[in-house]
C-alpha cells in the first residue's frame, strides 16, 4: 500500500478515535471510494470508517505525560514516538492524576496542556487521559507501539501485562534522551537559568 493511501487511512482513525471532522483534500474522494470497494473503509450515514483490515494497515504510536512546561526532551520524546507509527496519538494527564502520582498541581491546566501538545507538529491527535484508569485510554486508541521516556514510572512489562489481560497487544519501547537534565522541575526551580538548554 502507497504512502498516499495510509496517510488517508491515518486521517481517518484520528477523525474516527477524536469524532472530528477532518477536511478532505482535492482527489482524496476517488480514493477513499478505491479503499471501501477494497474493504479498507465503510462508510455509514455519511461517515468513513476504518475497518479491521484498514487498520491492520497502519501502526499507531502512542504516548503520555504531563506536558505541563513543553522543553526540548519532550519535543525528542514526541518526535521520536511519531517516528515509530504512521499516527501519533498523545494522551495528556488529567489534573487530577498528576496531583495524585506526582503529589503536585501542574501550572497550567489540563485544556491548555492538551492544547500545547496538539500544537506540536509530531502529534496527529492529543486527547486528555482517563481520570481513574490510564488503561482504558490504551484500550481506546489500541496502539501497536507504546512509546516511553526515558523517566516515565511505568514498567515496560507491567504495561504489557495488563493490556493482554484487556485482550491488547502491543510492544513497548522506553526511550532515551539526549537531554537528561532538562526537567519540568528543573526549569520551574530556576527558569532564569538559560544554560539548562
Excluded: C, W
Aim: proline share 4%; hydrophobic share 40%; net charge positive.
Amino acid at each position: 500500500m502507497n504512502d498516499h493511501y495510509k496517510r488517508i487511512l491515518a486521517k481517518v482513525y484520528i477523525s474516527n478515535l477524536g469524532k472530528i471532522r477532518i477536511k478532505r483534500e482535492p482527489g482524496e474522494g476517488a480514493i477513499i471510494k478505491r479503499l471501501i470497494d477494497e474493504g479498507y473503509l465503510k462508510s455509514s450515514n455519511g461517515s468513513v470508517y476504518l475497518t479491521p483490515l484498514g487498520r491492520s494497515m497502519i501502526k499507531v504510536a502512542f504516548t503520555g505525560g504531563v506536558f505541563d512546561v513543553i522543553h526540548p526532551g519532550h519535543i525528542h520524546t514526541l518526535k521520536t514516538a511519531k517516528s515509530k507509527g504512521d499516527v501519533l496519538v498523545v494522551s495528556v494527564a488529567r489534573q487530577a492524576n498528576v496531583l495524585r502520582f506526582k503529589n503536585k498541581i501542574p501550572i497550567h491546566d489540563e485544556k491548555l496542556r492538551l492544547e500545547l501538545v496538539q500544537s506540536v507538529k509530531f502529534v496527529d491527535l492529543a486527547i486528555l487521559g482517563d481520570e481513574k484508569d490510564i488503561m482504558k485510554t490504551v484500550e481506546l486508541i489500541k496502539p501497536d507501539i507504546i512509546v516511553l521516556g526515558y523517566d516515565q514510572s511505568h514498567r515496560e512489562e507491567d504495561l504489557v501485562s495488563e493490556g493482554q489481560k484487556r485482550g491488547l497487544k502491543f510492544e513497548v519501547k522506553r526511550l532515551t534522551t539526549p537531554h537528561p537534565h532538562i526537567k519540568t522541575r528543573n526549569i520551574i526551580a530556576d527558569p532564569k537559568r538559560l544554560d539548562i538548554f
